[in-house]
Each structure stands twice: as structure tokens, then as C-alpha cells.
């Protein structure tokens, strides 16, 4: 059987951690609990054009997924993208098929896929 998974375009990630307040309210999960996490990591300077350190700032943006995701197959069953995909305030998450996904992984960087155990 086919295996599905999320594609993250994670470059583009702005951190506005929506993904993780859906996925908490589609499987209802305590307080502390997560199907995905968005991990910040900075922040570094923004350099210019010519590799020179400015006086700016950014905060990289990761969503890293738990062994608490399912993939919300009551969503996908019904044709509906998993919640936390549908969410992103960056339409930077796709679902489907791993095969078809990882065709996409290989046409640019800064790009993850995850495939949980039950995917
Ligand atoms: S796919 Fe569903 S279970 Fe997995 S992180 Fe997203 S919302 Fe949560
Ligand atoms: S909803 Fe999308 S853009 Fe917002 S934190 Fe999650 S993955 Fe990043």
C-alpha cells in the first residue's frame, strides 16, 4: 500500500504557529501535547549582497512533527488535506502519496518530508 507523508517547504516558514494550534484542536491533545512543533532558531544576522553582516535580524522557523501525528486520516478519508496542511498560513505543507512527493523534494533545497510510522 502506498505510503503518505508531508512535504515541508520549511524556507518559508514564518512561524505564525498555526499548524500547531490545528492540529491540537483536530486531535484534541492536552495542554503540552503536540502533533507538530514549530522550533525558532536565532536569531541571526541578515547579510547583504555582498556577504557583510547588517544591523538585521531573522529567526529561522522549523515545524518538526511528533510521533503524535497520524496524518488525521479522519480528514483524508473524507478528501480533506490533514489539518495542520490545510492551516499553514504559509501553504508551505503538502500530503500525499511519498512517491510523488519526493519528485518535488528533489527539485529544491531547504525542503524536509515526513513520514510517520503509521503513514
Ligand atoms: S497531519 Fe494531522 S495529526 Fe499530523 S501534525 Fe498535522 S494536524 Fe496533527
Ligand atoms: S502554519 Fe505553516 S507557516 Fe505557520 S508555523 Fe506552521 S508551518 Fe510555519
Redo the contacts with the bound molecule.
Sequence with gaps: MARNG?LVDYQYCTGCYS?EI???S??DLYLGQ???KVLQNGPWPVKDTTGNETDKYVYDFIPS??L?????PE?TAKGKK????HHCQADIMR?GPVEELVKVLEQKPWQYLWV?PQG
Design positions: 508531508i499548524c490545528a492540529c491540537q483536530e486531535q503536540w502533533g507538530v512533527f511528533t503524535q501525528c497520524n496524518l488525521c480528514r490533514p489539518s495542520c496542511v500530503y510517520p
